[in-house]
Protein backbone atom coordinates (compact mmCIF):
# COMPACT_ATOMS: atom_id res chain seq x y z
CA UNK A 1 0.00 0.00 0.00
CA UNK A 2 1.27 3.41 -0.70
CA UNK A 3 0.98 4.74 3.02
CA UNK A 4 1.76 8.41 1.98
CA UNK A 5 -1.71 8.16 -0.10
CA UNK A 6 -3.55 6.37 2.36
CA UNK A 7 -6.06 8.30 4.76
CA UNK A 8 -5.28 7.78 9.01
CA UNK A 9 -7.17 7.92 11.71
CA UNK A 10 -6.11 8.04 15.46
CA UNK A 11 -8.42 8.90 17.96
CA UNK A 12 -7.61 12.30 19.48
CA UNK A 13 -6.19 14.23 16.10
CA UNK A 14 -8.27 16.06 13.75
CA UNK A 15 -8.52 14.33 10.60
CA UNK A 16 -10.33 15.75 7.57
CA UNK A 17 -11.92 18.67 9.54
CA UNK A 18 -13.20 16.61 12.55
CA UNK A 19 -12.86 18.30 15.89
CA UNK A 20 -10.59 17.33 18.08
CA UNK A 21 -12.48 14.86 20.37
CA UNK A 22 -10.72 13.44 23.54
CA UNK A 23 -10.59 9.33 22.75
CA UNK A 24 -12.67 7.49 25.11
CA UNK A 25 -10.94 4.50 25.53
CA UNK A 26 -6.86 5.58 24.78
CA UNK A 27 -7.07 5.21 20.56
CA UNK A 28 -4.56 2.25 20.23
CA UNK A 29 -5.82 1.12 17.46
CA UNK A 30 -5.05 2.69 13.77
CA UNK A 31 -6.79 1.76 10.73
CA UNK A 32 -5.26 3.07 7.52
CA UNK A 33 -7.42 2.44 4.13
CA UNK A 34 -7.66 4.63 0.60
CA UNK A 35 -11.28 3.12 -0.21
CA UNK A 36 -12.81 6.54 1.77
CA UNK A 37 -11.85 10.38 2.25
CA UNK A 38 -12.11 10.20 6.52
CA UNK A 39 -12.21 7.00 8.77
CA UNK A 40 -15.11 8.26 10.72
CA UNK A 41 -14.60 8.00 14.71
CA UNK A 42 -16.61 5.55 15.70
CA UNK A 43 -14.59 3.14 13.36
CA UNK A 44 -11.54 3.22 15.66
CA UNK A 45 -13.77 3.95 19.04
CA UNK A 46 -15.70 0.24 18.66
CA UNK A 47 -11.95 -1.29 17.42
CA UNK A 48 -10.77 0.47 20.25
CA UNK A 49 -13.54 -0.62 23.04
CA UNK A 50 -13.35 -4.44 21.50
CA UNK A 51 -9.52 -4.31 22.26
CA UNK A 52 -10.34 -3.23 25.71
CA UNK A 53 -12.84 -5.81 26.24
CA UNK A 54 -10.73 -8.79 24.78
CA UNK A 55 -7.82 -7.66 27.55
CA UNK A 56 -10.92 -7.82 30.44
CA UNK A 57 -11.93 -11.03 29.64
CA UNK A 58 -8.73 -12.31 29.27
CA UNK A 59 -7.56 -10.50 32.21
CA UNK A 60 -4.30 -9.18 29.70
CA UNK A 61 -2.46 -6.18 30.55
CA UNK A 62 -2.91 -3.45 28.55
CA UNK A 63 -0.55 -2.73 25.87
CA UNK A 64 0.92 0.56 24.87
CA UNK A 65 1.84 -0.35 21.51
CA UNK A 66 -0.76 0.28 18.88
CA UNK A 67 -2.65 -1.91 16.40
CA UNK A 68 -2.44 -1.39 12.75
CA UNK A 69 -5.36 -2.08 10.58
CA UNK A 70 -5.02 -1.53 7.32
CA UNK A 71 -9.03 -1.81 5.27
CA UNK A 72 -7.75 -2.94 1.00
CA UNK A 73 -9.97 -3.10 -1.81
CA UNK A 74 -10.71 -6.58 -2.67
CA UNK A 75 -9.13 -6.11 -5.98
CA UNK A 76 -6.28 -5.07 -3.97
CA UNK A 77 -5.82 -7.53 -1.21
CA UNK A 78 -4.17 -10.30 -3.42
CA UNK A 79 -0.76 -7.59 -3.50
CA UNK A 80 -0.26 -8.14 0.36
CA UNK A 81 -2.11 -12.00 0.91
CA UNK A 82 -1.54 -15.04 -0.53
CA UNK A 83 -4.00 -15.64 -3.38
CA UNK A 84 -7.59 -16.21 -2.38
CA UNK A 85 -6.90 -14.71 1.17
CA UNK A 86 -9.21 -11.95 2.78
CA UNK A 87 -7.02 -11.32 5.25
CA UNK A 88 -3.13 -11.68 6.54
CA UNK A 89 -1.05 -10.55 9.10
CA UNK A 90 2.34 -8.94 7.63
CA UNK A 91 5.39 -8.10 10.03
CA UNK A 92 7.60 -5.97 10.84
CA UNK A 93 6.17 -3.86 12.08
CA UNK A 94 3.44 -6.17 12.32
CA UNK A 95 0.00 -5.13 10.93
CA UNK A 96 -3.42 -6.87 10.02
CA UNK A 97 -4.39 -6.50 6.32
CA UNK A 98 -7.86 -7.22 5.85
CA UNK A 99 -10.22 -6.73 2.66
CA UNK A 100 -13.00 -4.45 3.24
CA UNK A 101 -15.96 -6.89 1.89
CA UNK A 102 -15.18 -9.28 5.16
CA UNK A 103 -14.28 -6.11 7.80
CA UNK A 104 -17.10 -5.86 9.86
CA UNK A 105 -17.49 -10.04 10.18
CA UNK A 106 -13.39 -10.08 11.13
CA UNK A 107 -12.32 -7.19 13.08
CA UNK A 108 -12.97 -8.59 16.34
CA UNK A 109 -11.56 -11.93 15.47
CA UNK A 110 -8.52 -10.21 14.42
CA UNK A 111 -7.96 -8.18 17.63
CA UNK A 112 -8.10 -11.23 19.59
CA UNK A 113 -5.54 -12.80 17.37
CA UNK A 114 -3.46 -9.95 17.54
CA UNK A 115 -3.33 -9.56 21.23
CA UNK A 116 -2.90 -13.21 21.95
CA UNK A 117 0.23 -12.97 19.62
CA UNK A 118 1.33 -9.71 21.47
CA UNK A 119 1.14 -11.83 25.05
CA UNK A 120 3.18 -15.05 26.30
CA UNK A 121 1.02 -17.28 24.51
CA UNK A 122 2.59 -16.01 21.05
CA UNK A 123 2.46 -18.87 18.57
CA UNK A 124 0.13 -21.89 19.65
CA UNK A 125 -2.08 -24.52 18.57
CA UNK A 126 -4.25 -23.06 16.38
CA UNK A 127 -7.18 -24.75 17.86
CA UNK A 128 -6.98 -22.93 21.01
CA UNK A 129 -6.39 -19.83 19.76
CA UNK A 130 -9.16 -19.94 17.13
CA UNK A 131 -11.24 -21.14 20.40
CA UNK A 132 -10.87 -18.23 22.25
CA UNK A 133 -11.70 -16.10 19.16
CA UNK A 134 -14.77 -17.92 18.56
CA UNK A 135 -15.77 -17.82 22.22
CA UNK A 136 -15.34 -14.18 22.67
CA UNK A 137 -17.19 -13.41 19.72
CA UNK A 138 -20.41 -14.56 18.06
CA UNK A 139 -20.35 -17.95 19.00
CA UNK A 140 -21.30 -20.85 16.59
CA UNK A 141 -25.07 -22.16 17.33
CA UNK A 142 -24.87 -25.88 18.50
CA UNK A 143 -25.71 -28.99 15.38
CA UNK A 144 -29.04 -29.82 14.70
CA UNK A 145 -29.28 -33.86 16.23
CA UNK A 146 -28.16 -36.39 14.08
CA UNK A 147 -24.94 -34.54 13.81
CA UNK A 148 -21.08 -36.20 13.75
CA UNK A 149 -19.16 -34.61 15.50
CA UNK A 150 -15.59 -34.53 13.99
CA UNK A 151 -12.91 -36.83 16.11
CA UNK A 152 -10.66 -35.15 18.35
CA UNK A 153 -7.12 -35.22 15.63
CA UNK A 154 -9.26 -33.17 13.48
CA UNK A 155 -8.79 -29.98 16.14
CA UNK A 156 -5.85 -31.07 17.63
CA UNK A 157 -3.23 -31.96 14.96
CA UNK A 158 -3.33 -28.95 12.39
CA UNK A 159 -0.64 -25.84 12.96
CA UNK A 160 -2.96 -23.62 11.22
CA UNK A 161 -5.64 -22.23 12.15
CA UNK A 162 -7.39 -21.91 8.32
CA UNK A 163 -7.28 -25.55 8.22
CA UNK A 164 -10.33 -25.40 10.83
CA UNK A 165 -13.92 -25.74 9.48
CA UNK A 166 -16.94 -24.52 10.89
CA UNK A 167 -17.85 -27.53 12.45
CA UNK A 168 -14.26 -27.76 14.47
CA UNK A 169 -14.46 -23.81 14.95
CA UNK A 170 -17.76 -24.92 17.10
CA UNK A 171 -16.02 -27.20 19.10
CA UNK A 172 -13.23 -25.32 19.83
CA UNK A 173 -15.20 -21.83 21.03
CA UNK A 174 -17.56 -24.14 23.24
CA UNK A 175 -13.89 -25.91 24.88
CA UNK A 176 -12.91 -22.83 25.49
CA UNK A 177 -14.98 -20.83 26.55
CA UNK A 178 -15.83 -23.58 29.46
CA UNK A 179 -12.33 -23.49 30.46
CA UNK A 180 -12.34 -19.65 30.75
CA UNK A 181 -15.02 -19.91 32.79
CA UNK A 182 -14.42 -22.66 35.07
CA UNK A 183 -10.30 -22.68 34.48
CA UNK A 184 -9.95 -18.93 34.42
CA UNK A 185 -8.32 -17.08 31.61
CA UNK A 186 -4.55 -16.69 33.50
CA UNK A 187 -4.70 -21.27 33.25
CA UNK A 188 -5.76 -21.36 29.89
CA UNK A 189 -3.26 -18.97 28.84
CA UNK A 190 -0.58 -20.67 30.89
CA UNK A 191 -2.12 -23.48 29.34
CA UNK A 192 -1.45 -22.22 25.82
CA UNK A 193 2.09 -20.75 26.20
CA UNK A 194 3.33 -24.24 27.17
CA UNK A 195 2.18 -25.33 23.72
CA UNK A 196 4.09 -25.26 20.34
CA UNK A 197 2.43 -25.28 16.92
CA UNK A 198 4.13 -28.49 16.04
CA UNK A 199 3.12 -30.43 18.98
CA UNK A 200 1.71 -34.03 17.74
CA UNK A 201 -2.06 -34.43 19.39
CA UNK A 202 -0.40 -37.19 22.20
CA UNK A 203 1.65 -34.25 23.19
CA UNK A 204 -1.63 -31.70 23.39
CA UNK A 205 -3.69 -35.17 25.35
CA UNK A 206 -1.05 -34.99 28.16
CA UNK A 207 -0.40 -31.67 28.31
CA UNK A 208 -4.10 -30.62 28.73
CA UNK A 209 -4.50 -33.49 31.38
CA UNK A 210 -1.71 -32.71 33.74
CA UNK A 211 -2.90 -28.77 33.76
CA UNK A 212 -6.91 -29.41 34.20
CA UNK A 213 -6.92 -32.96 35.38
CA UNK A 214 -9.55 -34.19 32.68
CA UNK A 215 -8.63 -35.69 29.65
CA UNK A 216 -9.09 -33.46 26.13
CA UNK A 217 -11.09 -35.97 24.35
CA UNK A 218 -14.19 -35.81 26.52
CA UNK A 219 -13.94 -32.20 27.94
CA UNK A 220 -14.34 -31.69 23.68
CA UNK A 221 -18.07 -33.18 23.46
CA UNK A 222 -19.26 -32.84 27.70
CA UNK A 223 -19.50 -28.95 27.96
CA UNK A 224 -21.41 -27.67 25.20
CA UNK A 225 -23.75 -24.29 25.74
CA UNK A 226 -27.44 -25.27 26.12
CA UNK A 227 -29.37 -24.70 23.60
CA UNK A 228 -31.42 -21.48 23.76
CA UNK A 229 -29.11 -19.88 27.17
CA UNK A 230 -28.78 -16.39 26.49
CA UNK A 231 -25.70 -14.79 25.00
CA UNK A 232 -24.68 -11.90 26.61
CA UNK A 233 -25.31 -9.07 23.46
CA UNK A 234 -21.53 -7.79 23.69
CA UNK A 235 -20.20 -11.52 22.43
CA UNK A 236 -22.18 -11.09 19.44
CA UNK A 237 -20.99 -7.36 18.90
CA UNK A 238 -24.35 -5.95 19.30
CA UNK A 239 -22.65 -2.51 21.71
CA UNK A 240 -24.79 -0.05 20.59
CA UNK A 241 -27.36 1.86 22.80
CA UNK A 242 -30.74 0.92 22.99
CA UNK A 243 -33.43 1.69 20.57
CA UNK A 244 -35.70 4.93 21.72
CA UNK A 245 -38.72 3.44 22.12
CA UNK A 246 -42.09 6.00 22.99
CA UNK A 247 -44.51 3.18 24.35
CA UNK A 248 -47.64 5.53 24.44
CA UNK A 249 -47.43 5.85 20.47
CA UNK A 250 -46.23 2.41 19.74
CA UNK A 251 -43.14 3.69 18.28
CA UNK A 252 -39.58 3.80 18.14
CA UNK A 253 -38.00 6.85 17.10
CA UNK A 254 -34.42 6.69 15.31
CA UNK A 255 -32.56 9.93 14.60
CA UNK A 256 -28.68 9.70 13.31
CA UNK A 257 -26.61 12.32 11.60
CA UNK A 258 -23.92 10.72 9.53
CA UNK A 259 -21.42 13.18 10.68
CA UNK A 260 -18.09 10.97 10.30
CA UNK A 261 -16.61 13.07 13.33
CA UNK A 262 -18.99 11.25 15.54
CA UNK A 263 -18.03 8.39 17.84
CA UNK A 264 -21.55 6.97 17.34
CA UNK A 265 -20.72 7.13 13.19
CA UNK A 266 -18.88 3.82 11.76
CA UNK A 267 -17.79 3.16 8.13
CA UNK A 268 -19.76 0.52 5.95
CA UNK A 269 -16.18 -0.59 3.73
CA UNK A 270 -18.48 -2.52 1.55
CA UNK A 271 -20.07 0.95 0.48
CA UNK A 272 -17.10 3.41 0.88
CA UNK A 273 -19.91 6.39 0.31
CA UNK A 274 -21.86 5.50 3.53
CA UNK A 275 -22.17 4.76 7.42
CA UNK A 276 -23.81 3.69 9.97
CA UNK A 277 -25.35 3.85 13.95
CA UNK A 278 -26.31 0.86 15.56
CA UNK A 279 -28.61 0.61 18.49
CA UNK A 280 -29.39 -2.67 20.36
CA UNK A 281 -33.40 -3.78 21.03
CA UNK A 282 -34.41 -5.44 23.81
CA UNK A 283 -37.71 -7.59 23.61
CA UNK A 284 -39.35 -8.85 26.08
CA UNK A 285 -42.66 -11.16 26.25
CA UNK A 286 -44.90 -7.85 26.22
CA UNK A 287 -43.06 -5.96 23.29
CA UNK A 288 -42.50 -8.94 20.85
CA UNK A 289 -44.44 -8.84 17.73
CA UNK A 290 -44.16 -7.47 14.10
CA UNK A 291 -42.08 -4.93 13.88
CA UNK A 292 -42.45 -2.27 10.58
CA UNK A 293 -41.38 0.89 8.84
CA UNK A 294 -43.20 3.99 9.42
CA UNK A 295 -43.12 4.73 5.34
CA UNK A 296 -40.43 4.34 3.03
CA UNK A 297 -36.78 5.30 3.63
CA UNK A 298 -35.52 7.91 2.08
CA UNK A 299 -33.05 6.60 -1.12
CA UNK A 300 -29.77 5.69 -0.40
CA UNK A 301 -31.12 4.60 2.98
CA UNK A 302 -31.22 1.37 4.61
CA UNK A 303 -32.34 0.02 8.20
CA UNK A 304 -31.54 -4.00 9.09
CA UNK A 305 -32.23 -5.97 12.15
CA UNK A 306 -30.16 -9.45 13.06
CA UNK A 307 -30.24 -11.40 16.69
CA UNK A 308 -27.68 -10.76 18.95
CA UNK A 309 -27.24 -14.73 18.74
CA UNK A 310 -25.22 -17.61 17.61
CA UNK A 311 -24.43 -17.60 13.99
CA UNK A 312 -25.48 -20.61 12.45
CA UNK A 313 -23.30 -23.85 11.43
CA UNK A 314 -24.48 -23.27 7.71
CA UNK A 315 -24.28 -26.83 6.60
CA UNK A 316 -25.84 -28.40 9.49
CA UNK A 317 -28.39 -26.14 10.54
CA UNK A 318 -30.85 -23.74 9.52
CA UNK A 319 -31.43 -20.11 11.03
CA UNK A 320 -32.67 -19.28 14.48
CA UNK A 321 -36.32 -18.56 14.76
CA UNK A 322 -36.09 -15.49 15.91
CA UNK A 323 -32.84 -14.38 12.92
CA UNK A 324 -34.95 -11.97 11.41
CA UNK A 325 -34.10 -9.66 8.22
CA UNK A 326 -36.39 -6.93 7.06
CA UNK A 327 -36.38 -6.21 3.45
CA UNK A 328 -37.05 -3.21 1.16
CA UNK A 329 -35.79 -2.05 -2.30
CA UNK A 330 -32.70 -0.38 -0.35
CA UNK A 331 -31.49 -3.80 1.01
CA UNK A 332 -33.49 -2.95 4.36
CA UNK A 333 -36.91 -3.37 6.28
CA UNK A 334 -39.79 -4.08 4.20
CA UNK A 335 -42.49 -1.69 4.68
CA UNK A 336 -45.43 -4.20 4.00
CA UNK A 337 -43.95 -7.26 5.52
CA UNK A 338 -41.93 -6.28 8.70
CA UNK A 339 -40.34 -8.75 10.56
CA UNK A 340 -41.75 -10.82 14.02
CA UNK A 341 -39.38 -10.60 16.59
CA UNK A 342 -38.83 -12.92 19.66
CA UNK A 343 -38.12 -12.14 23.18
CA UNK A 344 -34.19 -11.27 22.92
CA UNK A 345 -31.61 -8.85 21.75
CA UNK A 346 -31.56 -7.57 18.61
CA UNK A 347 -28.73 -5.32 16.51
CA UNK A 348 -30.50 -2.72 14.41
CA UNK A 349 -28.57 -0.35 12.26
CA UNK A 350 -29.27 2.46 9.88
CA UNK A 351 -27.15 3.04 6.75
CA UNK A 352 -27.00 6.16 5.18
CA UNK A 353 -24.50 8.33 3.10
CA UNK A 354 -21.63 10.32 4.92
CA UNK A 355 -22.96 13.65 5.82
CA UNK A 356 -26.86 13.22 5.65
CA UNK A 357 -28.76 12.60 8.58
CA UNK A 358 -32.20 10.20 9.24
CA UNK A 359 -35.57 10.78 11.32
CA UNK A 360 -36.83 7.78 11.26
CA UNK A 361 -39.86 5.63 13.08
CA UNK A 362 -40.38 1.77 13.40
CA UNK A 363 -43.85 1.03 14.44
CA UNK A 364 -44.03 -1.56 17.33
CA UNK A 365 -46.32 -3.81 17.88
CA UNK A 366 -49.98 -2.97 19.50
CA UNK A 367 -52.04 -5.36 21.38
CA UNK A 368 -54.81 -6.39 19.90
CA UNK A 369 -56.98 -6.99 22.84
CA UNK A 370 -55.88 -3.22 24.82
CA UNK A 371 -56.71 -1.51 21.72
CA UNK A 372 -53.52 0.99 22.43
CA UNK A 373 -53.17 2.24 19.42
CA UNK A 374 -53.31 6.78 18.53
CA UNK A 375 -56.61 8.17 17.72
CA UNK A 376 -58.18 7.64 14.46
CA UNK A 377 -56.20 4.13 14.19
CA UNK A 378 -57.00 0.66 15.59
CA UNK A 379 -54.33 -2.73 15.88
CA UNK A 380 -55.01 -5.02 13.99
CA UNK A 381 -54.45 -9.20 14.90
CA UNK A 382 -50.85 -8.93 13.40
CA UNK A 383 -50.09 -6.08 15.94
CA UNK A 384 -49.82 -3.18 14.11
CA UNK A 385 -51.86 0.38 14.10
CA UNK A 386 -53.66 0.92 10.91
CA UNK A 387 -55.51 4.02 9.86
CA UNK A 388 -59.26 3.97 10.36
CA UNK A 389 -62.36 5.18 7.96
CA UNK A 390 -64.00 8.27 9.70
CA UNK A 391 -67.23 6.31 10.55
CA UNK A 392 -65.99 2.80 10.90
CA UNK A 393 -68.76 -0.39 10.48
CA UNK A 394 -70.28 -1.77 13.67
CA UNK A 395 -70.93 -5.79 14.02
CA UNK A 396 -72.86 -6.41 10.89
CA UNK A 397 -72.37 -3.82 9.01
CA UNK A 398 -71.85 -4.08 5.08
CA UNK A 399 -67.99 -3.21 4.19
CA UNK A 400 -65.60 -3.51 1.77
CA UNK A 401 -62.68 -5.79 2.34
CA UNK A 402 -59.79 -3.66 2.94
CA UNK A 403 -57.13 -6.19 0.84
CA UNK A 404 -57.98 -5.25 -2.33
CA UNK A 405 -59.17 -1.18 -1.96
CA UNK A 406 -57.48 0.18 0.24
CA UNK A 407 -54.75 -2.11 2.56
CA UNK A 408 -53.60 1.29 4.57
CA UNK A 409 -57.55 1.55 5.88
CA UNK A 410 -59.55 -0.14 7.87
CA UNK A 411 -63.23 0.19 7.64
CA UNK A 412 -64.65 -2.00 10.70
CA UNK A 413 -64.37 -0.71 14.28
CA UNK A 414 -61.66 -2.78 16.08
CA UNK A 415 -61.72 -6.10 16.82
CA UNK A 416 -63.98 -6.57 13.47
CA UNK A 417 -63.14 -8.00 10.51
CA UNK A 418 -64.36 -7.37 6.77
CA UNK A 419 -65.49 -10.87 5.82
CA UNK A 420 -66.43 -11.42 1.99
CA UNK A 421 -65.50 -12.21 -1.63
CA UNK A 422 -62.79 -9.77 -3.61
CA UNK A 423 -65.48 -8.33 -5.49
CA UNK A 424 -68.23 -7.19 -3.79
CA UNK A 425 -68.86 -5.93 0.18
CA UNK A 426 -68.80 -8.10 3.09
CA UNK A 427 -69.54 -7.63 6.35
CA UNK A 428 -67.94 -6.85 9.72
CA UNK A 429 -67.62 -9.84 11.52
CA UNK A 430 -65.50 -10.12 14.91
CA UNK A 431 -62.27 -11.38 15.15
CA UNK A 432 -61.32 -14.29 17.28
CA UNK A 433 -58.36 -16.10 18.19
CA UNK A 434 -58.64 -18.75 21.06
CA UNK A 435 -55.40 -19.29 21.48
CA UNK A 436 -54.51 -16.06 22.77
CA UNK A 437 -57.79 -15.64 24.71
CA UNK A 438 -59.65 -13.30 21.89
CA UNK A 439 -62.85 -15.11 22.30
CA UNK A 440 -66.48 -14.69 20.45
CA UNK A 441 -69.54 -12.68 21.90
CA UNK A 442 -72.74 -14.62 22.62
CA UNK A 443 -73.51 -17.74 21.21
CA UNK A 444 -70.98 -17.11 18.25
CA UNK A 445 -68.35 -19.64 17.33
CA UNK A 446 -64.39 -18.96 16.32
CA UNK A 447 -64.53 -20.32 12.87
CA UNK A 448 -62.25 -20.63 9.74
CA UNK A 449 -60.58 -16.72 8.97
CA UNK A 450 -60.67 -16.44 12.44
CA UNK A 451 -63.88 -14.90 12.72
CA UNK A 452 -67.18 -15.22 15.04
CA UNK A 453 -70.70 -16.53 13.16
CA UNK A 454 -73.06 -19.19 13.57
CA UNK A 455 -72.40 -22.76 13.25
CA UNK A 456 -73.50 -25.14 10.33
CA UNK A 457 -73.44 -28.25 8.73
CA UNK A 458 -70.66 -28.56 6.18
CA UNK A 459 -73.16 -31.20 4.50
CA UNK A 460 -76.06 -29.48 4.63
CA UNK A 461 -77.22 -25.60 3.23
CA UNK A 462 -78.77 -24.52 6.77
CA UNK A 463 -77.07 -21.11 6.59
CA UNK A 464 -79.00 -17.71 5.79
CA UNK A 465 -80.06 -16.35 2.20
CA UNK A 466 -76.12 -15.07 0.69
CA UNK A 467 -74.41 -17.03 2.84
CA UNK A 468 -72.73 -20.12 2.95
CA UNK A 469 -71.16 -22.86 5.21
CA UNK A 470 -67.33 -22.84 5.47
CA UNK A 471 -66.13 -26.26 6.42
CA UNK A 472 -64.24 -26.21 9.35
CA UNK A 473 -61.87 -29.10 8.99
CA UNK A 474 -59.87 -28.82 12.62
CA UNK A 475 -63.49 -29.13 14.36
CA UNK A 476 -65.46 -31.39 12.18
CA UNK A 477 -68.16 -28.59 11.86
CA UNK A 478 -68.57 -25.14 10.02
CA UNK A 479 -68.91 -21.60 9.72
CA UNK A 480 -71.38 -19.16 8.16
CA UNK A 481 -70.03 -16.50 6.02
CA UNK A 482 -71.19 -13.50 4.28
CA UNK A 483 -70.37 -15.42 0.09
CA UNK A 484 -73.16 -16.16 -2.24
CA UNK A 485 -73.62 -20.15 -2.06
CA UNK A 486 -72.79 -22.22 -4.94
CA UNK A 487 -74.26 -25.82 -7.00
CA UNK A 488 -71.10 -26.95 -8.99
CA UNK A 489 -71.18 -30.41 -9.10
CA UNK A 490 -68.31 -33.35 -8.27
CA UNK A 491 -65.13 -32.66 -10.26
CA UNK A 492 -66.63 -29.45 -11.53
CA UNK A 493 -63.88 -26.32 -12.26
CA UNK A 494 -63.61 -24.44 -9.59
CA UNK A 495 -62.02 -21.46 -7.94
CA UNK A 496 -60.52 -21.98 -4.55
CA UNK A 497 -60.92 -18.51 -3.80
CA UNK A 498 -64.44 -18.48 -4.33
CA UNK A 499 -66.87 -21.03 -3.04
CA UNK A 500 -69.09 -21.96 -5.97
CA UNK A 501 -69.18 -26.00 -5.08
CA UNK A 502 -72.28 -27.26 -3.46
CA UNK A 503 -72.81 -28.60 0.08
CA UNK A 504 -70.76 -30.97 1.15
CA UNK A 505 -68.09 -29.97 -1.65
CA UNK A 506 -65.01 -27.79 -1.19
CA UNK A 507 -62.51 -26.64 -4.02
CA UNK A 508 -59.24 -28.56 -4.49
CA UNK A 509 -56.41 -28.47 -6.19
CA UNK A 510 -55.98 -31.75 -7.40
CA UNK A 511 -53.87 -34.03 -9.41
CA UNK A 512 -56.25 -34.30 -12.55
CA UNK A 513 -56.43 -32.99 -15.89
CA UNK A 514 -58.78 -29.34 -15.72
CA UNK A 515 -58.30 -29.46 -11.40
CA UNK A 516 -54.85 -27.63 -11.48
CA UNK A 517 -52.70 -25.12 -13.60
CA UNK A 518 -49.41 -26.48 -14.47
CA UNK A 519 -48.17 -23.24 -15.90
CA UNK A 520 -49.25 -21.36 -12.69
CA UNK A 521 -46.84 -20.56 -9.72
CA UNK A 522 -49.44 -19.35 -7.24
CA UNK A 523 -52.75 -22.16 -8.71
CA UNK A 524 -56.21 -21.15 -7.13
CA UNK A 525 -57.88 -23.50 -9.57
CA UNK A 526 -59.29 -26.91 -8.65
CA UNK A 527 -62.01 -28.99 -8.90
CA UNK A 528 -64.95 -29.48 -6.72
CA UNK A 529 -64.08 -32.48 -4.53
CA UNK A 530 -66.51 -34.28 -1.54
CA UNK A 531 -65.68 -33.21 1.99
CA UNK A 532 -65.59 -36.87 4.06
CA UNK A 533 -65.00 -38.14 7.26
CA UNK A 534 -61.77 -40.45 7.42
CA UNK A 535 -62.80 -42.31 10.59
CA UNK A 536 -66.11 -43.24 9.53
CA UNK A 537 -67.32 -46.82 8.44
CA UNK A 538 -68.05 -44.85 5.21
CA UNK A 539 -65.96 -41.74 4.54
CA UNK A 540 -68.28 -40.95 1.04
CA UNK A 541 -65.71 -40.96 -1.52
CA UNK A 542 -67.16 -41.55 -4.67
CA UNK A 543 -65.42 -44.22 -7.04
CA UNK A 544 -63.59 -40.99 -8.83
CA UNK A 545 -62.01 -40.14 -5.47
CA UNK A 546 -61.81 -42.90 -3.34
CA UNK A 547 -59.66 -41.89 -0.81
CA UNK A 548 -60.63 -39.60 2.18
CA UNK A 549 -57.39 -37.69 3.19
CA UNK A 550 -56.83 -35.66 6.54
CA UNK A 551 -56.66 -31.80 5.53
CA UNK A 552 -54.11 -32.07 8.40
CA UNK A 553 -52.85 -34.11 11.40
CA UNK A 554 -54.88 -32.81 14.35
CA UNK A 555 -57.78 -32.43 11.90
CA UNK A 556 -61.16 -34.11 12.00
CA UNK A 557 -62.00 -33.68 8.66
CA UNK A 558 -60.85 -34.60 4.96
CA UNK A 559 -61.21 -34.05 1.25
CA UNK A 560 -61.69 -37.28 -0.83
CA UNK A 561 -58.55 -38.05 -3.41
CA UNK A 562 -57.91 -40.00 -6.80
Not at 206 to 212: D, I
Not at 329 to 357: C, K, M, V
Request: net charge negative.
Amino acid sequence: MNRRGAIVLVLGLVVGGCPREPPPTGGRVEIETELVEQVCRGTVVYADSELARIEAELELERISEQVEVHVIDPKRIGEYCEPGWQLCVLQPPRAIYVSSDVYGRVITRELIRDRLARSPVGSTKPMFSEGIATALTQPICAPQSGWEPPPPDALLGPTLGTSLNQAELFLAGELLRWLLDTRGPSGVLDFMADLNRSDTPDEVRAEYLERFGSPIDLDLYAHWRPVGEPLAPERAGCLGPEAPRDSTRSRISLEASFDCGSSAVRNDFTNPGRAFVEWTLTIDESTAGTYHLGGLLPDGFALTISTCECRPLSFVTQLPPNDSFLWSDHGGFHPDYGATLAPGAYRLRAYGPIGSSLDFEIFTPCNFVLQNCPNGQQCTPKGRCKDEVEDPGQHGDSCWPTFVFDEETLPCDAGLSCIGLYDQPGVCLPYCDEDTGVSCPGELSCEVLSTCTSTCDPFVADCDDGWTCVANFETGGGGCYPVPGGDLGLLESCWQIEFTCAPGLTCKNLPLDGCHDPESWIDFSGCCTPICDPAAPDPGCPPELPNCELRNEEGVLGTCRP
